[in-house]
């Protein structure tokens, strides 16, 4: 595992496990990351549902909405080192959350932060094990 954004140029748009190291649980199976301009402002619009076990991490971002989205979603705020700065649980749709300071976002199903018991401090990890530096 390593939580550095090094390596998350070695698959711009492919799937990643993102676990929490302090809990030691996993978050998402496959989160997929945006970096691009048009992926992150994209995100999640015209999904039905974000399925358990997945996850979108936007970045970088320190702001985001549910606007014309049909569902309520997860979101944490992450800095640099992959420490959340904050969470926020069941983000209902026509909303929107921003955290200062934050270098990227992690949007995840409803029910991910309370079920693993994510919150600020806590510190996350990128798994990457088909990246090859």
């Not at 991910?112 to 094990?129: M, N, Y």
Request: aromatic share 6%; hydrophobic share 45%.
């Amino acid at each position: 595992m390593t939580d550095g954004r090094g390596c998350l140029a070695c698959r711009p748009g492919g799937a990643y496990a993102l676990v929490n190291v302090t809990k030691d649980t996993l978050l998402a199976g496959r989160l997929v990351v945006a970096g691009r301009f048009w992926r992150r402002m994209v995100g999640l619009l015209g999904s039905r549902e974000l399925p358990a076990g997945t996850g979108l991490l936007l970045t970088p971002c320190s702001a985001v909405h549910t606007m014309f989205m049909r569902y309520a979603i997860d979101v944490l705020f992450l800095a640099e080192d992959f420490s959340v700065l904050k969470a926020v649980a069941g983000l209902k749709p026509w909303r929107t959350a921003v955290c200062r300071g934050a270098a990227m976002v992690v949007e995840l199903p409803p029910g991910t932060v309370a079920q693993t018991g994510t919150g600020a401090g806590d510190k996350l990890a990128l798994r990457l094990e088909a990246c090859r530096d």
